[in-house]
């Protein structure tokens, strides 16, 4: 099977089968997988099998997905697969976390800092930055077919 | 000629673990049986705890345990000694147990002994603050540990981790004599993020903080139980 360039390069550069060696850390690519498993599910139940172009994401500060991993593995994990070509588009969210007893947001220091820098209550709420979620997809499919599903 | 259109799915990117995680869940659920993942970096004493642990309780409480690890039995084969079913799950490089994993040891539980008979089920994590705070297994509350020697700053460089645990215990605190360390500190750090959790400091070499441990494990199974009865 011939395989674009890219793709070759990932290949091998990172084989699915062999432990990551650079760049993509493990838990990026068990996310990965994780997110190409939901797109699937998503994919087979469609009648026409279309040909994804974009799978826009939503990646919350707090959580433990780096995007720049994230792309990466994706390139990866997807050669040779149904969403083989499809970019990943990520939308980072901030922590924002809302004090009860200030009554109002706050954008804690992750690293330094999650306690209301005002009264210092623990952080309890988190308004924004727990987000992992599959926004979307752009998919394309032929104009013959669009009609003939008319 | 091409058109484009968007399909607006709106699902978590964990969506089929946390289907599989739920679905683990429900067996436990209609088997009594109460589950809890425990997780921690590598050498925080998770091993060393399910051993404490299961000398202790084995006697008392139907215990089995799943334990996960990268390429090695060996936890597993410490483990086996105190004559509860041990199944191991060997994540090959994966650095966590999945709920999809953990389905493959409850079916083999539920295969080679009455899953009924059990009330409580130890999922060891592999070691890892990362991603195991993610990828929920189906357990009913989450423990998480922490070393000493890893320094008061772990909880707020790993928030994810520290801020979903129902239950911290701070290990090896025997070694707090020979280290600047300030366990109040560390408290602080979680507490700063996770004002419910209880945080138990122990020792599993001189058995300090035990007794606490294993009463918040009692805790656990009969808060479970009453909410099976309801069902």
Redesign the interface.
């Given at each position: 099977m011939l395989l674009g360039r890219k793709c070759r390069d990932a290949i091998y550069r990172v084989s699915t089968e062999l432990?990551?060696i650079s760049h993509s850390s493990?838990?990026e690519t068990?996310?990965t997988k994780?997110?190409i498993?939901?797109v699937r599910?998503?994919w087979e139940n469609q009648p026409e099998k279309?040909k994804i172009?974009h799978v826009h994401?939503t990646v919350g500060q707090?959580?433990?997905?780096e995007p720049a991993s994230l792309q990466f593995a994706f390139e990866v994990q997807t050669c040779n697969t149904f969403l083989e070509g499809a970019k990943l588009v990520i939308q980072e969210t901030q922590l924002i976390a809302f004090c009860h007893r200030c009554q109002q947001e706050y954008r804690p220091e992750?690293?330094?800092?999650?306690?209301c820098p005002d009264c210092n209550s623990?952080?309890?709420d988190i308004r924004s930055g727990r987000e992992?979620?599959?926004?979307?997809?752009?998919?394309?499919?032929?104009?013959e077919r669009?009609i003939g599903n008319r | 000629?091409?058109?484009?259109?968007?399909?607006?799915?709106?699902?978590?990117?964990?969506?089929?673990?946390q289907a599989e995680a739920d679905h683990n869940r429900a067996h436990f659920d209609e088997w009594g049986i109460s589950c809890l993942n425990v997780m921690s970096s590598p050498g925080a004493g998770k091993t060393v705890l399910l051993e404490r642990t299961l000398a202790a309780l084995s006697n008392q409480l139907k215990i089995a345990v799943i334990e996960g690890d990268m390429t090695t039995d060996l936890d597993a084969q410490r483990l086996r000694q105190y004559g509860v079913p041990v199944i191991a799950i060997n994540t090959g490089?994966?650095?966590?147990l999945?709920a999809k994993m953990v389905a493959g040891g409850i079916h083999r539980l539920e295969q080679e002994y009455n899953p009924a008979d059990f009330e409580l089920v130890l999922v060891e994590n592999v070691g890892?603050l990362?991603?195991p705070?993610?990828?929920e297994v189906g357990e009913h509350a989450k423990v998480a540990l922490l070393s000493i020697t890893e320094g008061e700053d772990k909880p707020?460089?790993y928030?994810?981790m520290f801020?979903e645990a129902d239950c911290l215990l701070v290990t090896k605190m025997d070694l707090a004599p020979h280290l600047d360390i300030d366990v109040q500190r560390i408290v602080a750090n979680v507490?700063?993020?996770?004002?419910d959790c209880t945080i138990i400091p122990v020792s599993a070499k001189t058995g300090a903080g035990l007794d606490s441990w294993f009463e918040w494990l009692r805790s656990q199974i009969h808060y479970t139980q009453s909410l099976q009865k309801q069902l």
């Open positions: 432990p990551p493990m838990h068990d996310m994780a997110l498993i939901t599910d998503w279309p172009s994401l707090f959580t433990c997905v992750i690293g330094i800092q999650y306690a623990p952080m309890e992992l979620k599959i926004d979307r997809l752009e998919y394309e499919t032929s104009e669009v | 000629m091409h058109q484009t259109f968007d399909a607006a799915l709106g699902i978590n990117l964990l969506h089929a673990n490089r994966s650095c966590h999945d890892n990362v991603c705070a993610e990828f707020l460089k928030p994810v801020q507490r700063q993020m996770n004002p």
